[in-house]
């Protein structure tokens, strides 16, 4: 069974600039979720995918976007990067009718200059 | 709203030591799944247990255990004989049933086990 993994591990960009983060789902998984994790604080709940269509939104802009594409893995845009973007982003798989237990991958650590 | 507080910033133990990480959560919904999850340097997160909101029975896994009080919206965590390796990040999280797979996280406590 392979487990959830992100790309990239690590990622530099400039305020403005646009950046796109991939996922793959484990194994059985349909639902994507993401997260942003500031530094010292807990993760927050970005947006979740299911079957390729967003399945609920945290409290982020619109410049956070998502995909889920027919093999289940995903990907999260954002635009315009601000300073405080500057997090871990986590990627959590689940199977719908368990949807409450999530497995995490390694995360995309950016970082915005 | 979904509140997770976990009041303890950082927790520094001896090697065999037992600490308790408390986690106390706020939630409108009668249908809920409570986590803990470990987090490592190397910034994963590692599932450790969920718990239904209607099965308040404690639960021992190794030396881990859980206390689950619906009564006192709490769900602590603790580690007997702590080891070295125990050192990481631990997030409690909360997940309703309206929430469609959306979990609400502390800030977490970070364990440092001395040897």
């Known amino acids: 069974e392979t487990g959830v993994t992100q790309s990239p591990t690590h990622l530099i960009k400039t305020r403005g600039q646009q950046v796109t983060l991939r996922c793959s789902s484990q194994?059985?998984?349909?639902?994507v979720s993401w997260y942003q994790q500031a530094l010292g604080q807990g993760p927050q709940f970005i947006f979740q995918?299911?079957?390729?269509?967003?399945?609920g939104r945290g409290n982020f802009p619109p410049r956070f976007s998502g995909l889920q594409f027919p093999n289940y893995s995903s990907e999260l845009n954002v635009n315009a990067l601000e300073l405080d973007d500057s997090a871990l982003y986590l990627c959590?798989?689940?199977?719908?009718?368990?949807?409450?237990?999530?497995?995490f991958g390694p995360g995309t650590r950016l970082l915005v200059l | 709203a979904q509140k997770v507080t976990q009041a303890q910033t950082e927790i520094s133990v001896v090697e065999k030591e037992d600490v308790t990480l408390d986690c106390v959560y706020e939630?409108?919904?009668?249908?809920?799944?409570l986590f803990w999850y470990k987090q490592p340097p190397s910034g994963e997160l590692v599932f450790l247990i969920r718990?239904?909101?209607?099965?308040?029975q404690n639960e021992i896994s190794g030396r881990y255990s859980w206390n689950f009080q619906k009564s006192t919206s709490s769900f602590n965590f603790t580690i007997t004989a702590s080891q070295v390796v125990d050192s990481a990040v631990y997030f409690c999280?909360?997940?309703?049933?309206?929430?469609?797979?959306?979990?609400?996280f502390g800030d977490g406590t970070t364990l440092t086990v001395k040897p």
């Open positions: 995918y299911y079957r390729e269509e967003e399945n």
């Open positions: 959590a798989s689940s199977f719908r009718a368990q949807q409450e237990t999530q497995y």
């Open positions: 718990r239904n909101s209607f099965d308040e």
């Open positions: 194994s059985g998984h349909n639902t």
């Open positions: 939630t409108r919904d009668t249908t809920y799944y």
């Open positions: 999280a909360l997940s309703g049933s309206t929430n469609a797979g959306k979990s609400t």
